[in-house]
């Protein structure tokens, strides 16, 4: 089976018990036909960069899957019918990410390996 990250933007009129039930909708989809869902973070009601469908925020929805193509693809054909997601993108990982997202971390935890603009200006 290969790893999958998917993230669907659904609209902002929903209420979040319904992101949360199209989130089970399509885990369950997969769960089906033979993957697993092994992470699933809610990123919340965020402003969109420019309107999508007459939408200027949506819900964000991040899945890790587990599961073999096919599965994949099923579910990315359901999505493409249901008229409650704007958007939705599917990649191929070689690895599942453990932990929270990026998009979850808390905001004033700096790289290690990152330098401020000033610490770059002395170097040279």
Known sequence: MSFYEHVFIA???LAPAQVEELTNKYAHVIETLG???TKRED???RNLAY???KNRK???VLMNIDAPAEAVKEMERLIRIDEDIIRHLTIKVEQLEEG???MLAPKN???EDTFSDAEEREEF
Do not use: A, C
């Open 43 to 45: 990123w919340g009601l």
């Open 100 to 102: 929270p997202s990026v």
């Open 58 to 60: 949506g819900y964000y």
């Open 35 to 37: 993957g697993k869902v």
């Open 11 to 13: 609209r902002q009129d």
């Open 109 to 111: 935890k700096k790289s």
């Open 51 to 53: 309107r999508i469908k």
